[in-house]
């Protein structure tokens, strides 16, 4: 029964992603563009060569840190909707502690880049997660209002205090032991695909066999029921949010040692906010985020091959996400069509 | 020079008047939608459509007062999705919103460019005209602020003060404040819920992209990419520090809108704050009113849950 | 041709696979008192939802005064001048009494925009004194008595001109004196020429009020007789299906030393503004203390304070003589303290969780459950399987989550779940509320088992045959205070009655 069910939530999933690159393919036709060419260069970007997987993969990372920092707020029933925020306060702080102690060797630095970036994302995450369990002030406002006071802060400190020489506002660029080891030579594809797919597995193991993931979800699932049974639920909530933030920090941090060296301001096309859909694809399970972030990794690399050789601008995916989340959150859609088509009649659960 | 002269004076509350009509606009539209029961995050997307497509009617047909029609169109039919996924679907409301906002923004952007080529912001389009008021410009000090103002700010107040009479004393308004508490309730005293809340919900789309055509058609008079930037989010705040009541939630808009005229005005004046932190005040201000709020404030019981009649 | 106000015909409803009601003749005649008789889950509500518009029926037909009838709302259900009265209340809280009534039918005036505040309390007025319920129709529902929410409920269906009004389950929540008076209403009604249909379990009241009754059980028919024809024990049996055994064997027993206090306890509800007034209990082991009251007079708040979810304003709280006002609910739960919670569904289970997750609920840092950093799942279920079986708790799938289990079912898991993990002190509210007759006895074996290993148990409950037959002390609140305390024998049903509507015991 378990695994019907998880096999009808893949299935909703994947008619979810269907429905939306089918109506995407609406859009492009009503806009005068060839659907199939359009699908053909999107397909090509992703997987083409070695490069262009080796971007699709690239793309994958932060969304995987991201989708899963969501879903880890989504289990304990609180929507971050800020790890965008958090990402560049991760990012700030890992670039931050590269360049502090660039006379460290590789093999500290990099744990230690990576922990401050992770710390940062926490501390920016738990001010509203304190927020909501001491005053109720809901995390989905206060979260948003956290992106753009820390997106402004961080901007601050970096033209003050820390910017190079130059028109660009960056911060110069991190010492080559600081950086991660590349996996594709000249595809800046680099080990933090391993350590991405570490936290996946660590967050799997968390959330399903310890007590700690056993209170996170109750609180998520009952909050009453944890209140009853004994669980702190204030602290529940302020440890998901640090847990999240810390998630969506390595999203910047890694980001900084391993692709762009150093911080730029505004470097994220807004990975937090497709974080969100990536959680709701992946029905906010560690394995699932895995799948839909490299979903969204395709449709990112692939969206910028559309662009560059079909002529459709790429934010035609941002529509297919909007989509996609509109339809695995309301999984009735289907049912819908479902009994209408009579294509899946005889399944009467 | 005087600063806190400057601040409080005549033009930051004109300026202010300004600022607040998309914000207060989709506010009374979130108090709609949130009294029948259905959050409303979405309301960023439907200022940020409403926006679009004024300047995209404007832009066609030549004139401003097209541009507002379309503005209501859009927001109707975003509403209208809105509410099939929230009330028909039963679609989790917080992430169906969000979903609405990506989509909103998407296509926004994607359209821009299909339309005018370019990415950043539209070419100019016809704007709405000032309307003066000849009575309203003899009253003593609030004359000149009153007196000009593009005609969505003359509605915005009719609307706010018409919201709270529909809201409160009207039968229409006593069932969606009942389908809001009760849903079962309403239900089995013959109220239509269903239809209900697809009235309010609608209703708070064709609310927020009013507001959202004051932005492109009668403050800027172009679209730009994601020219919302927030507002939603903010009246959505605005609407819980307002008690779920178009005068609250309207007072509760003019506290941001003035905050952010004096951001602007204090951005101005080459003073020594970094601008990055003028810039934070209205941010801050929306969470420092929220963590206050919240404590004291009773939302509708049956706020974000999801009941069907005839099972 | 005498005139069938209601008569419904082969009446069929599926949930899922549970048939709620398998092919239902049900007829009532005009001006009636007809009691739709059954225990939980036999189909009553079911039956009357469906002929008020609530639910779709799968097949059936229904007429209305001898004249079919398609209802396919409330709205519906409304204009064929039918009334219901909830079990749950479906009233909001924060609006007032006439807020509540004209919703749906409002008076108005200004070109029909605006509500006609004075019209609507001239006619909810009149209602209020024909039937002389002497309530403020300015009063907001948050600040009346359940019984008061009662009336309100009953002139909802008035103002809207009802002529059969259907009252489901309305004495669960009512005293015996609250229960006499709304007899007393129905009465009235019947006077003047409406119909009733009366849902209930309780026999003596049905052979008190009823006209006709109709039986129900397992979702069918078993018959409708005349209450002239028949006796309480003729209708349990049609009721149950089986001889009902209505005596539970309790051993004398001498309690031992006391293992739990509660001294000059005080607190007030910020929300509701009820006041616990220096609360004086002290629990022996081997012993069942009974709380008997009418819900709301503090038994909640009493329930939460010891459980440790809410802090009282003063007064202390002893454990093993062990000063435990301070300490968190998990430390409570591991210093022997089980809860049974009053409201199962919201404290008591993780609907979406599996049965052996809810299980495990209270435990999971419990080493017992642990294999070093891992819950141990092999043991956790090979453990949730001996409860179940133990505690005879009826499932459909391994896999099953708590949602879909049955009320009882759902009942005898939590007490499962409680009584297992070796508690000293049983805190036991409403233990049987809305579960069937079957799992009430084995809930009350469970309790006075409980008693038999020298444990001490708390219960609070609204079911006085259940506080008789189970306690060896009772107390009884009322309004926060405790108005009276005795050994079990020094009172009688009646006098309890008494007591929980607020009557003292002198004044009799």
């Not at chain 3, 609250?178 to 007393?184: N, S």
């Not at chain 3, 203390?289 to 007064?315: M, R, T, Y």
Request: charged share 20%; with cysteine.
């Amino acid at each position: 029964m378990a695994f019907n069910k998880n096999l009808k939530e893949i299935l909703y999933s994947v008619a979810a992603i269907i429905s939306a690159l089918l109506l995407g393919a609406l859009l492009i036709k009503l806009s005068g563009h060839s659907a199939l060419k359009a699908y053909y260069y999107l397909f090509y970007g992703a997987f083409g060569s070695t490069y262009n997987i080796a971007q699709t993969f690239l793309k994958t990372i932060p969304l995987i840190f991201t989708g899963l920092a969501v879903a880890v707020g989504f289990q304990s029933g609180l929507f971050n909707i800020g790890a965008e925020g958090q990402l560049y306060l991760g990012a700030f702080a890992a670039a931050l502690a590269a360049i502090i102690f660039s006379n460290l060797p590789g093999f500290i630095l990099i744990p230690l880049a990576l922990a401050a970036g992770a710390l940062a994302g926490s501390l920016w995450a738990a001010v509203p997660g304190i927020l909501r369990a001491k005053t109720g002030a809901h995390e989905v406002i206060t979260t948003i209002m956290f992106n753009y006071i820390g997106i402004l802060l961080t901007t601050f400190l970096l033209k003050n205090y820390f910017k190079e020489e130059g028109p660009v506002d960056q911060t110069k660029k991190i010492a080559e032991q600081a950086r991660l080891p590349e996996l594709v030579a000249n595809t800046r594809l680099t080990w933090a695909l391993f350590i991405a797919i570490f936290v996946i597995i660590i967050i799997y193991y968390l959330l399903n066999h310890t007590a700690y993931g056993y209170d996170l979800q109750l609180v998520g699932e009952n909050i009453n029921a944890a209140e009853y049974s004994g669980v702190d639920s204030d602290k529940v909530i302020i440890n998901t949010m640090l847990l999240s933030g810390g998630i969506a920090g390595l999203a910047g941090s890694t980001m900084v040692l391993g692709v762009l060296h150093r911080f730029i301001t505004n470097f994220s096309p807004g990975y937090g906010f497709t974080g969100i859909a990536v959680a709701v694809l992946g029905r906010n399970k560690p394995l699932g985020v895995l799948f839909a972030a490299f979903l969204f990794g395709i449709l990112e690399s692939g969206g910028m091959s559309m662009q560059l050789f079909a002529k459709i601008p790429a934010d035609l995916m941002t529509i297919v996400q909007g989509l996609v989340i509109l339809f695995v959150a309301a999984p009735s859609i289907f049912k819908i069509l479902k009994n209408k088509s009579g294509i899946f009649r005889g399944d009467n659960s | 020079m005087n600063v806190l002269g400057t601040i409080f004076s005549i033009n930051t509350l004109a300026a202010a008047i300004r600022l607040v009509v998309p914000i207060a606009l989709a506010a009374v539209g979130g108090a709609f939608s949130e009294r029948s029961g259905v959050i409303n995050i979405g309301l960023e997307g439907m200022i940020l459509t409403g926006a679009f497509a004024g300047a995209v009617g404007s832009y066609y047909s030549g004139s401003a007062f097209f541009g507002v029609l379309a503005a209501l169109a859009a927001g109707a039919i975003l509403g209208l999705l809105f509410s099939f996924f929230t009330i028909d679907l039963e679609a989790d409301h917080v992430v169906a919103g969000v979903g609405i906002n990506i989509l909103s923004l998407g296509f926004t952007t994607w359209l821009m460019q299909v339309i005018w080529g370019q990415k950043g912001a539209s070419p100019q389009v016809a704007g709405l005209p000032e309307i003066k008021i000849p009575i309203l410009a003899d009253l003593p000090l609030l004359g000149d602020l009153l007196a000009s103002n593009s005609p969505i700010v003359y509605l915005m107040f009719i609307i706010v003060i018409s919201s709270w009479y529909l809201l409160f004393k009207t039968p229409l308004g006593l069932r969606i404040r009942f389908t809001g508490e009760h849903p079962e309730a309403a239900d089995t005293l013959g109220i239509n819920i269903r239809f209900i809340k697809y009235f309010s919900v609608t209703l708070s789309g064709v609310l927020a992209a009013l507001g959202g055509s004051y932005l492109s058609l009668g403050h800027l008079n172009w679209f730009s990419s994601n020219m919302s930037a927030g507002r939603g989010y903010m009246a959505l705040a605005a609407n819980i520090f307002g008690q779920w009541n178009p005068l609250g939630g309207f007072a509760a808009s003019m506290l941001f809108a003035f905050t952010d005229a004096v951001q602007m005005r204090l951005q101005g004046m080459n003073l020594n704050i970094a601008s990055e932190f003028i810039q934070m005040l209205p941010y801050v201000l929306t969470v420092l009113i929220l963590a206050g709020a919240v404590i004291r404030s009773r939302p509708p019981a049956a706020l974000g849950s999801h009941y069907k009649s005839n099972k | 041709m005498t005139i069938n106000a209601v008569e419904m015909k082969n009446i069929s409803k599926s949930f899922g696979s549970v048939k709620a009601n398998d092919s239902i003749d049900f007829s009532v005649k005009k001006g009636e008192i007809h009691c739709l008789l059954g225990e939980n889950g036999a189909g009553k509500s079911t039956l009357v939802k469906i002929l008020f518009g609530l639910y779709n029926k799968d097949q059936g037909q229904i007429k209305i005064n001898n004249k079919p009838v398609k209802i396919n709302n409330p709205a519906g259900a409304i204009k064929e001048k039918m009334g219901m009265i909830h079990q749950h209340f479906m009233l909001v809280d924060r609006f007032s009494i006439i807020e509540n009534i004209i919703a749906g039918q409002e008076p108005t005036r200004t070109w029909g925009t605006s509500i006609d505040k004075k019209k609507a309390a001239v006619k909810v007025k009149e209602i209020s004194q024909n039937f002389g319920f002497d309530l403020d129709p300015e009063a907001l529902i948050e600040n009346l008595s359940v019984g008061e929410q009662q009336r309100v409920e009953i002139m909802k269906a008035l103002y809207r001109e009802a002529e059969i009004l259907i009252l489901d389950e309305p004495t669960a929540v009512l005293t015996p004196q609250e229960t006499e008076e709304l007899f007393e209403i129905m009465e009235s009604l019947k006077e003047d020429n409406k119909t009733i249909i009366f849902i209930t379990h309780k026999l003596n009241e049905t052979m008190e009020i009823a006209d006709r009754i109709t039986i129900l059980r397992d979702g069918k028919k078993i018959g409708t007789v005349n209450k002239n024809d028949t006796t309480p024990q003729k209708l349990a049996n049609m009721m149950v299906g089986r001889e009902v055994l209505l005596d539970l064997e309790k051993s004398s027993k001498n309690p031992g030393k006391e293992i739990f206090s509660i001294k000059n306890l005080s607190y007030k509800n910020p929300v509701s503004g009820l006041e616990l007034n220096e609360i004086n209990i002290s629990f022996k082991k081997g012993e069942i203390v009974g709380l008997a009251g009418v819900e709301g007079n503090g038994q909640l708040e009493l329930e939460e304070i010891i459980a440790g979810l809410k802090a009282p304003d003063s007064g202390e709280i002893l454990f093993n003589s062990q000063k435990i006002t301070k300490v968190s609910t998990r430390e409570r739960r591991n210093m022997g303290l089980a809860h049974i919670p009053s409201d199962r569904n919201k404290y008591g289970l993780v609907g979406n969780f599996s049965l052996a997750k809810n299980i495990l609920l209270g435990s999971e840092w419990n080493p017992e459950f642990k294999n070093k950093f891992m819950i141990d799942f092999d043991y956790l279920n090979n453990y949730t399987d001996q409860i179940l079986k133990e505690y005879d708790v009826r499932f459909s799938g391994k896999n099953s989550r708590a949602s879909e289990l049955s009320g009882g079912n759902q009942q005898k898991l939590i007490i499962g779940r409680e009584l297992s993990r070796g508690a000293e002190f049983v805190l036991a509210a409403q233990p049987t509320r809305g579960v069937d007759i079957g799992a009430i006895e084995f809930i009350h074996r469970q309790l006075l088992k409980i008693r038999e290993e020298d444990k001490a148990v708390f219960l609070i409950s609204a079911e006085l045959d259940e506080l008789m037959s189970l306690s060896d002390r009772i107390l009884v609140i009322y309004e926060g205070n405790i108005v009276a305390r005795g050994k079990v024998e020094d009172f009688d049903q009646e006098e309890l009655g008494l007591l929980m509507a607020g009557h003292s015991r002198e004044e009799r």
